[in-house]
């Protein structure tokens, strides 16, 4: 029988805020363990939580974002069980009456535009950490910090609208883009600040119900996330195809042994006891508090995509890579240096290629760049490089002194002794000059022998002293040799 696939995500998003979600605890990594607590987020008697503002912020603009429905008011609820690494031993999350409800992610596959449905988007804590060293055989002890317990989180769940692995990546990896884009994470998987449980089921290919899920855990890498749900499927497969049914689960992925491991079944599943927390006041939100969100929401990052194809006329290619991150988006729009299409897609191939190539190699980000770059700067260089008064090598080798050494492309220069002859002025004597001392050549290229035109151009370039630019020469002479053709 051919099944079909149904796959529905939850995704956590840990928030680049300063401090914890309910109390003023320093998030933040590296800390020595259990340093960064107090009596709220180890949940001691009589303590009492605050709701951080910058977390509900961040949750307004993701789900402004996304296109969802806003609830004014919303609740915390205590979802309850015990975990060592919970030291109150429960969760505050939202339950029936989460923050944002509904919206939609845009993801482009395969060059095809989709949209996945969303379900909810809610506020909760994240837990501590468990460490298990005598799994490895170090001590028979296992270790517990709570420094990440209380981290605000965003949980986002999906409807059960993917239908393939390479959904489910194509799907975070536009997360992923959009939560930096916002700026609220730092959206890296392998440091848990985002994390992904998959909900996977079959079912025979056009019936309308679902079939059994299962609960894929542990997926932290966008690669664990296509290789888990791809052996989950395959599992499936065999066990409907074998007559036999699916039991619901919750499933481990080990990408290191690329193997599935089953936790718990329902058998074994929790009764959260899911009631409001009544340390909490019900959450709301404000009209002037939804309408600066609205109002501080940037471009997002799929429309700007859309911007530099259809306005800017750049290749589709160019568009991605550019609005991949924000810092480089805006930086190229601040650096290209007049609006027409040959200027703008100079400043890409400049951004795209020798920039960012120099961001990876010195590990920099974008800010340790424009601190010793000022947009205004690079944009004054892709000028030069625009009006063809640079030629290549010198080009390539002022980009080269930008990041180390201060001043204008033209001081650049001159400190290090570098004369371009460029402009027209200054060239068309020479030009006209070795027109006069080589007729002969100059009678070849007139009959049409191409060849001879690079001869003239280097006895221009000889003439001036290497220090004229090629496109110019060549313009130059062209412009001449068509006067003398005419008369
Ligand atoms: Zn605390």
Redesign the pocket.
Known sequence: MAWEVVIGLECHIQLATRT?MF???TVGFGAEPNST??P???GLPGALPRVNARAIEAALALGTALGCRIRMQSVFARKNYFYPDMPKNYQVTQYDQPICEGGQLPVVMDGVARTFELTRIHCEEDAGKSFHPERHGDRRLSRVDFNRA?VPLLELVTEPVLRSPGECAAFLTQLRRLVRWLGISGGDMEKGQLRCDANVSLRPVGAATLGTKTELKNLNTIKGVERGVTAEIARQTALLDAGERIVQATLLFDAERDALEIMRTKEHAHDYRYFPDPDLPVLRVSAAQLESARAAAPELPWDREARYRDALALPAYDAQVLTEARDVSDYFEACVPAPDAASVKLASNWVMTELLRVLKDREWSVADWSERVSAARFREFLGKVAAKELPGPIAKQVFAWLPDETGSVAELLERHGIKVAGGADELRPLVRAVLDENPGPVQQVLEGREATFGFLVGMVMKKSGGQAVPQVVNQLLREELAARKHA
């Open positions: 914890k109390c003023g605890c607590v107090c709220v987020c180890l209380g």
